[in-house]
């Protein structure tokens, strides 16, 4: 047993997304969360940038005496998540597109991808692609202006709904059926996104699959909390906690109701 908190970081609100799920699925787990929005957004940063960045982020998790690390960043995972394991002795899960159950559960043979420049152009995504889409023809929507969006609380406005069409309408004039969200920051979205795409196709989000994941990696290294654990969730942001309370507020307020 390990009643140490399970750290969790992003770029900034986004990581959110997956903190939900394993807030929901571990409720003895006590958590960090750490929102390097001053740094926001990673999507076009270089791999170097975002490679120190992210090496930041863990060092102030340890500070705080995290026992495991979720990168809630698809971006920095698929930059970073290799240096972070080799240079820190501590279980490090990652996120990536969610790229195999597209490709996998496909009828029509195409799906698309909306994820930031970073994911998009690494060694890691591509490799993914190549393993599991092979066979499916795969469109890349580089969406890095969707984070700005959700980093300000623009979902639900004229301009979400502008920015969305820009990259759907082109899709939804292809034979797409599954469209892969591949930022951590587009689950906010879902309800602007679904009222561009209706009910037409699958939006794949691997955040409930990352809690999942948790939980494994947590049993197998033998360091769950106790089940009398006294949970504690913190917060905290390298710039403006604003956006962030008030995004973690919302959550908590619909998991409560
Ligand atoms: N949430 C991050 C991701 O999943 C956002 C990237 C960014 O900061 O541009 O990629």
């Known amino acids: 047993m390990n009643n140490y908190p399970a750290g969790i970081f992003d770029s900034g609100v986004g990581g959110l997304s997956v903190w939900q799920e394993i807030d929901q699925l571990l409720p003895c787990e006590s958590i960090v969360y750490y929102a390097d929005?001053?740094?926001?957004?990673?999507?076009?940063?270089?791999?170097?940038?975002?490679?120190?960045?992210?090496?930041?982020?863990?060092?102030?998790?340890?500070?705080?005496?995290?026992?495991?690390?979720?990168?809630?960043?698809?971006?920095?995972?698929?930059?970073?998540?290799?240096?972070?394991?080799?240079?820190?002795?501590?279980?490090?899960?990652?996120?990536?597109?969610?790229?195999?159950?597209?490709?996998?559960?496909?009828?029509?043979?195409?799906?698309?991808?909306?994820?930031?420049?970073?994911?998009?152009?690494?060694?890691?995504?591509?490799?993914?692609?190549?393993?599991?889409?092979?066979?499916?023809?795969?469109?890349?929507?580089?969406?890095?202006?969707?984070?700005?969006?959700?980093?300000?609380?623009?979902?639900?406005?004229?301009?979400?709904?502008?920015?969305l069409r820009r990259h759907l309408d082109p899709l939804m004039k292809r034979n797409i059926d599954h469209i892969v969200l591949g930022c951590t920051h587009f689950p906010f979205l879902i309800d602007d996104i679904r009222k561009i795409t209706g009910n037409s196709v699958i939006l794949e989000n691997p955040a409930a699959a990352i809690a999942k994941r948790t939980e494994y990696i947590l049993q197998k290294e033998k360091i769950c909390a106790s089940p009398n654990n006294k949970k504690?969730?913190?917060?905290?942001a390298s710039g403006n906690i604003d956006l962030l309370q008030k995004f973690q507020l919302r959550i908590a307020k619909k998991l409560i109701n």
């Open 37 to 163: 929005n001053a740094n926001c957004p990673y999507g076009e940063k270089t791999q170097a940038e975002v490679t120190a960045l992210s090496e930041n982020a863990v060092r102030f998790l340890l500070s705080k005496k995290c026992k495991l690390i979720v990168i809630a960043c698809n971006t920095a995972t698929s930059m970073a998540i290799d240096t972070l394991r080799a240079n820190f002795d501590l279980p490090i899960i990652g996120i990536v597109p969610a790229i195999k159950p597209a490709a996998t559960n496909s009828k029509t043979g195409v799906i698309a991808i909306l994820a930031t420049t970073g994911t998009l152009q690494s060694r890691k995504f591509n490799e993914t692609r190549e393993k599991y889409a092979g066979q499916t023809e795969v469109i890349l929507v580089e969406a890095n202006d969707l984070v700005g969006i959700v980093e300000q609380g623009l979902q639900n406005t004229p301009q979400a709904e502008a920015a």
């Open 232 to 236: 504690q969730v913190e917060f905290y």
